[in-house]
C-alpha cells in the first residue's frame, strides 16, 4: 500500500533562508505523482508543485522546487528565500497511477518563518 | 470561477444530530473527493466520485456516514447520526481529470464540531 512520510512535525527558519521539508514515499507502482500542497492558518490547502515519476528534471514553481531522488524515495519541497507568508502547514501527498489512484497525505511538517 | 464551494464554514451540533455538509465543485470538474481531517489521523479519503458514481468508499468511516452526487454541481455528506469522535474539517475537492498532473483544487473545509 502507498504511504507517505513526513519526518518533521515542526521547522523554524529564519526569513529570507532556504528550508528543506522531507518527505519519503513507499509505492510498489512504477508509474505515480507526488504532490505539496500548503495549509495557512486560514486552513485552505493550496496547490504548490507536481513530480511526476518519469519527469528527468526536477520540477520548479518559482520559489518552490522538489527534490526528486526516485532511487531513495524521496520528495522533498524547497523553498528559496523564505518569507514570512510562508508559514504554514506543508504537506506532502502521492497518487499511483496503477494501483489504488487516491492521494494520500502524509501527516505535514508546521513551518514557521521568524523575522 | 469561484472554485470549490462548501457549506457551511462552521457547524456546532450535539451528539445524536443530523450534520449534512455541502458541496459544489468546479464546474467541468468530473471527480469530486471527500476528505477529513484531523490532528490524530491527518487527512483522510473519505470517498470519491466520477461523473456523480461513488467509485471508491473505503474511506468512509462507517454506515454513520453517507455521501451522494445527485448531479454534477452538487454533493453531500451525511452524518446520522453524529458523535463527538466525527468533529473534525472536512473538505471537498475537485478535478478535471484524476491522472497524471491533474491537481486537486480544495473547497474551504466544513468545521464540525459535535458535543
Known amino acids: 500500500a502507498q504511504k507517505i512520510t513526513q519526518t518533521q512535525p515542526g521547522m523554524f527558519v529564519q526569513e529570507k533562508e532556504a528550508v528543506t521539508l522531507d518527505c519519503t514515499y513507499d509505492?510498489?507502482?512504477?508509474?505515480?505523482?507526488l504532490f505539496w500542497y500548503k495549509q495557512p492558518s486560514s486552513g485552505e490547502m493550496i496547490f504548490l508543485i507536481y513530480?511526476?515519476?518519469?519527469?528527468?528534471q526536477n520540477a520548479t514553481e518559482g520559489r518552490y522546487s522538489l527534490n526528486f531522488q526516485k532511487a531513495r524515495k524521496s520528495a522533498n519541497l524547497v523553498i528559496s528565500a523564505s518569507q514570512l507568508g510562508d508559514s504554514a502547514m506543508y504537506f506532502c501527498?502521492?497518487?499511483?497511477?496503477?494501483?489504488?489512484?487516491?492521494?494520500?497525505f502524509g501527516q505535514g511538517t508546521r513551518l514557521t518563518i521568524n523575522p | 470561477d469561484a472554485g470549490v464551494i462548501q457549506s457551511p464554514r462552521h457547524e456546532v451540533t450535539e451528539m445524536g444530530q443530523e450534520v449534512t455538509l455541502r458541496c459544489k465543485p468546479i464546474?467541468?470538474?468530473?471527480?469530486l473527493f471527500w476528505y477529513r481531517q484531523t490532528m490524530m489521523r491527518g487527512l483522510e479519503l473519505l470517498i470519491y466520485?466520477?461523473?456523480?458514481?461513488?467509485?471508491?468508499d473505503s474511506g468512509m468511516p462507517e454506515d454513520r456516514f453517507s455521501a451522494k452526487m445527485p448531479n454534477a454541481s452538487f454533493s453531500t455528506l451525511k452524518i446520522q447520526p453524529s458523535e463527538p469522535r466525527d468533529s473534525a474539517v472536512y473538505f471537498c475537492?475537485?478535478?478535471?481529470?484524476?491522472?497524471?498532473?491533474?491537481?486537486?483544487?480544495f473547497g474551504a473545509g466544513s468545521r464540525l464540531t459535535v458535543l
Open positions: 475537492a475537485s478535478s478535471p481529470l484524476f491522472s497524471g498532473a491533474n491537481v486537486l483544487t
Open positions: 509505492t510498489s507502482d512504477q508509474s505515480y505523482g
Open positions: 513530480q511526476g515519476s518519469y519527469d528527468e
Open positions: 501527498a502521492m497518487r499511483e497511477f496503477q494501483g489504488a489512484q487516491k492521494l494520500v
Open positions: 464546474s467541468g470538474h468530473d471527480y
Open positions: 466520485f466520477n461523473n456523480n458514481v461513488p467509485i471508491d
